[in-house]
């Protein structure tokens, strides 16, 4: 997929790395050409690792170059399992024991960043475990540390040494979430899962080679990873990256409207709190004009903050829904037809939802009537095909093919869908 966008023009940015989240920052640009070389260096690099494809790759890096080569790299090797490296070091040890992690790559020792100490934390109890590779640090060979440069620097770009050829329902990665439980699961990604949404993404935002997003969203979120990465990258446009702690850098707010203006983006995409953000910082004269919408999802748009950005900004906020189940956007509103606020919009094409009923033994009981509230179920080639562990796939599905999102909702006689609340109550914070 990326390389249908870099044929587009190979010598156009794919990547443009902001390092204060700043207008004024001089970025630093990666071609098309140079990803796509970077990506197979890495891959490369992994298989040299022995790691093959059904071999897992886990990392946990913030929004540093070396992560987008490492997390496709990954896939084109093995499986990736990008990992949250805000969570707890227990928490991380659990998750990247569950995917069987052969190969960790993490960021080294920085100022003001814990990553390498829980790295170093987690790593005696991931049995599996054969390499770290360390970004950004000069990497302990003898303690079978690599220095991530180094490493990929010596190995050829042109093609993948593996001669792998990867089908669509090849595993691609696996994404962890708390689900409808709480307890981390992962979920399992096929290509074709992931190449579905990204072209389901540039279908319905109308994107155009060219075109600069703002990013700032973690790679360990499937918002961030194919909604908005791969998405991009396929498409032919380039991803503006707001410094490595992306829109958690208090900058990427602060200078949302002259970003704007400089790097020109369609779409405002962020998450809902993302977006009300901006709705604080004032425009003093920017020219905004080349926004045509905003979008967010992960959670509910508050109808407040979607009514301030249609008047200040006069485009249409498109909510969208999704969940890791479904490998990112489900259903989202669509820009050709009337956006009815508080609603997350239509399925995307050839996705399905239904509303349904479910018994007290959780079983499909039957489904709802228009405008009824029920469980909302889902469909569709974004739909995964159940949780790496097994016992997580009771009651996952009411049936084949359909996830059940542990989400309540109704459909009204338009065929608009609206989240109404949990069929559990669950903070996931």
């Known amino acids: 997929a990326i390389k249908l966008g870099a044929s587009v023009n190979p010598n156009a940015p794919a990547i443009q790395f902001l390092p204060n989240a700043s207008h004024e920052d001089e970025p630093v640009v990666i071609t098309y050409a140079q990803l796509i070389a970077r990506v197979t260096q890495t891959a490369n690099a992994l298989h040299e690792l022995g790691v093959g494809p059904k071999d897992v790759v886990s990392f946990m890096l913030p929004l540093v170059p070396q992560a987008f080569f490492t997390l496709f790299g990954a896939e084109a090797a093995g499986i990736a399992n990008p990992g949250n490296p805000l969570l707890e070091p227990h928490q991380i040890a659990e998750i990247l024991e569950a995917a069987n992690t052969k190969v960790l790559v993490a960021l080294g020792p920085v100022p003001g960043v814990d990553i390498w100490e829980k790295a170093l934390k987690v790593r005696g109890q991931l049995k599996n475990l054969k390499a770290i590779i360390q970004v950004m640090g000069p990497g302990d060979e003898t303690n079978g540390v690599y220095s991530f440069d180094a490493l990929v620097a010596k190995q050829p770009h042109d093609r993948l040494v593996s001669g792998r050829t990867i089908k669509s329902e090849d595993t691609a990665a696996y994404f962890h979430t708390g689900g409808t439980t709480g307890t981390p699961k992962l979920v399992r990604h096929t290509h074709g899962n992931q190449v579905y949404q990204a072209w389901v993404c540039n279908l319905m935002l ?156 959780g079983n499909y009981v039957g489904d709802c009537a228009v405008n009824e509230i029920g469980v909302v179920a889902m469909s569709g080639p974004g739909v995964f095909t159940g949780y790496m562990m097994d016992e997580h796939n009771k009651g996952a599905f009411i049936e084949p093919g359909w996830v059940n999102s542990g989400d309540l909702g109704r459909l009204d006689e338009d065929g608009y869908l609206w989240i109404t609340g949990r069929a559990k109550d669950l903070v996931i914070r």
């Open 206 to 361: 109308k994107s155009a080679p060219g075109t600069n997003i703002l990013f700032g969203m973690p790679l360990f979120h499937v918002g961030g990873s194919l909604t908005q990465t791969l998405a991009t990258l396929s498409g032919g446009g380039c991803l503006v990256i707001l410094s490595p702690a992306g829109w958690r850098n208090p900058n990427s707010v602060r200078n949302i409207w002259p970003l704007v203006q400089r790097y020109r983006p369609a779409v405002l995409g962020s998450v809902p709190t993302g977006l009300a953000a901006t709705h604080a910082v004032p425009t003093d004269g920017c020219d905004l004009s080349s926004l045509k919408m905003a979008s967010g999802g992960g959670s509910a748009i508050p109808v407040a903050v979607c009514t301030a950005l249609t008047q200040r900004h006069n485009v249409p906020v498109l909510e969208v829904y999704g969940m890791t189940e479904t490998s990112s956007v489900h259903t989202i509103s669509y820009v050709d037809r009337p956006v009815r606020l508080g609603s997350v919009g239509h399925p995307v094409p050839y996705s399905r939802v239904r509303i349904v009923k479910i018994g007290a033994d």
